[in-house]
């Protein structure tokens, strides 16, 4: 894989470097995602009911 990305062209190269960072931030913000909806789970607010 390495070596296929050394002998690529600029634009090959520019790509991946897109693609990747693409995936590190959106699966940053599904991790943040999955993090405030189990902090909400374990510590749900006072004073807000669920049923109305």
């Known amino acids: 894989m390495l ?3 050394k002998n ?6 520019g790509l991946y470097v897109m ?3 693409l995936i590190g931030v ?5 991790l943040f995602f999955l ?3 189990v902090l ?3 510590f749900p607010q006072e004073g807000t ?3 109305e």
Not at 26 to 30: A, K
Request: aromatic share 4%; glycine share 4%.
């Open 8 to 13: 690529a062209s600029n634009m090959e190269k």
């Open 26 to 30: 959106f699966s940053v913000l599904i």
């Open 19 to 21: 693609v990747v960072g």
């Open 49 to 51: 009911s669920e049923q």
């Open 3 to 5: 070596e296929l990305l």
């Open 35 to 37: 993090l405030i909806k």
């Open 40 to 42: 909400e789970k374990l």
